[in-house]
């Protein structure tokens, strides 16, 4: 049973479900676009399932092979949002995005992956899912 922490309070399923995460971060791309700045915002779960599962083609048997191709473009069209954190842009429009100068979106890219905790969560996926190391017990010391 994990430790509550005595300051808690336990959430409802209304305070949950009613719950919109409007944070939104700037990113100063002034060095690239003089004067201009971009956003990006927290993505719900249902985006970013849609997100990692594109990233991967999965073939008849179930074996899933890497799919990289356009990247950038899959998250940066639903993590790149104005000042109060709408969406910019359609699913739709991810190869569009993609096309964006690779400067540009690799900042976009790079700072909704450290909002949305992709990069350590990515981590700890694939630790779990890896095979386990092969046991070197051989019986002799």
Known sequence: MAKQNAASVELTAEEILGASNSTVV????SDIWPGKSAYVRVIDGFERDRYEASLFHWGPKGQRTPNLENARGKLCVVAWSDS???RLFQDSQAAAVGKTDSRVLDRVYDAARKLN???EESEALDAKNSDPAPSSSSGTA
Do not use: A, E, I, M
């Not at 700037?26 to 791309?29: E, S, T, Y």
């Open 26 to 29: 700037p990113v100063d791309l």
């Open 84 to 86: 109060t954190g709408k």
């Open 117 to 119: 905790l992709l990069d």
